[in-house]
């Protein structure tokens, strides 16, 4: 019982870190004159994508490979097919051009390089395959494209910031990102510490833990933003963010935990990055079958059954 406990407070601690390192790093960034639009786009985007960060952080380190890699293709998957699919049965989610034409293809580009620097064994004839710290630069140098295309836009779109905008002291500013970042670092070990145990105890891969409990838990920032985003009808960000959560995961995320240490992949491995590729098509897709640019609420209600099928097909492969 005591694991079960520490991994739900562990989820608590995480994601409540990655809310005061929001917070106080949006603060800052307002009395520094950035605008809101960069502040969404980076403290934001960072912050949502946090806890998978410090997951895959502790993981690598502790060489919970499988933990690191599943954590984040399961992520990926459930922030289309449950995240998109509970925010469309919300609210009816348009975007804009852009997000069809440019960032859902960068995201679905982000899987396919994934699913190349992973697989050694296919590609090379290699006896094993892993993501290895070479494999991790260029997964950062992708993400590294991927922001300056973000401050493109932003130089382009540059918003003016709200006065009315509550502002924290810089004391208690500070505090909450040293809180926010100690959160996100209590909350990551024992998350992977209580997998691992959950993992032996019923005998299943750390695999399959990963893809379901700790890829769910870590996306639940994720789908308190894009669920309130849909409910406030700013359907932009509910989609964006899901995207853009997306992208970081792969080229950052998994860049950053590369470099920490070289991720072993084992083949069977690819049927989630096939599912990750599939799904960044069918979000491509959706978007011209009825409404053009719209996830309606019947598209939403289709991607929750194929995540309900997915996770039933994961439990039953073991």
């Known amino acids: 019982m005591m694991t079960y406990f520490l991994l739900i407070i562990g989820f608590i601690i995480l994601i409540k870190g990655a809310d005061l390192l929001v917070e106080g790093a949006s603060s800052i960034a307002q009395k520094l004159n950035v605008s809101d639009l960069v502040i969404g786009l980076t403290v934001v985007a960072f912050g949502t994508s946090a806890p998978e960060m410090f997951v895959n952080v502790f993981a690598s380190i502790e060489g919970n490979s499988n933990i690191a890699i599943g954590n984040?293709?399961?992520?990926?998957?459930?922030?289309?097919f449950l995240i998109l699919g509970v925010s469309a049965m919300i609210y009816p989610l348009a975007v804009k051009s852009n997000t069809v034409w440019?960032?859902?293809?960068?995201?679905?580009?982000?899987?396919v390089i994934l699913g190349i620097l992973a697989n050694d064994y296919l590609i090379d004839n290699k006896a094993s395959s892993e993501l290895t710290r070479s494999d991790g630069l260029v997964l950062l140098g992708f993400f590294i494209i991927f922001m300056y295309y973000i401050f493109s836009i932003v130089k382009k779109t540059e918003q003016k910031l709200k006065e009315e905008s509550p502002q924290m002291s810089n004391f208690r500013a500070v505090a909450y990102i040293l809180l926010g970042l100690s959160g996100l670092v209590l909350g990551g070990s024992w998350i992977v510490d209580a997998a691992v145990k959950i993992a032996s105890q019923f005998g299943v891969s750390e695999y399959l833990i990963g893809l379901?409990?700790?890829a769910v838990g870590t996306s639940l920032p994720e789908l308190a933003t894009s669920a309130m985003a849909a409910y406030k009808r700013n359907t932009d960000i509910a989609i964006g963010n899901v995207v853009g959560s997306n992208i970081f995961n792969i080229f950052w995320v998994l860049g950053i935990s590369a470099l920490i240490k070289p991720l072993p992949f084992q083949p069977s491995g690819n049927s989630e990055i096939a599912m990750t590729i599939v799904a960044s098509i069918l979000l491509f897709l959706v978007f011209f079958v009825g409404k053009k640019h719209v996830l309606e609420k019947w598209q939403g209600a289709l991607f929750l059954l194929l995540y309900a099928g997915y996770t039933s097909f994961l439990i039953i492969r073991g």
Not at 72 to 80: D, K, P, R, T, Y
Not at 102 to 111: D, Q, R, V, W, Y
């Open 102 to 111: 440019k960032e859902i293809p960068f995201s679905l580009l982000a899987a």
């Open 72 to 80: 984040i293709l399961g992520s990926n998957i459930a922030n289309i």
């Open 212 to 214: 379901t409990v700790v």
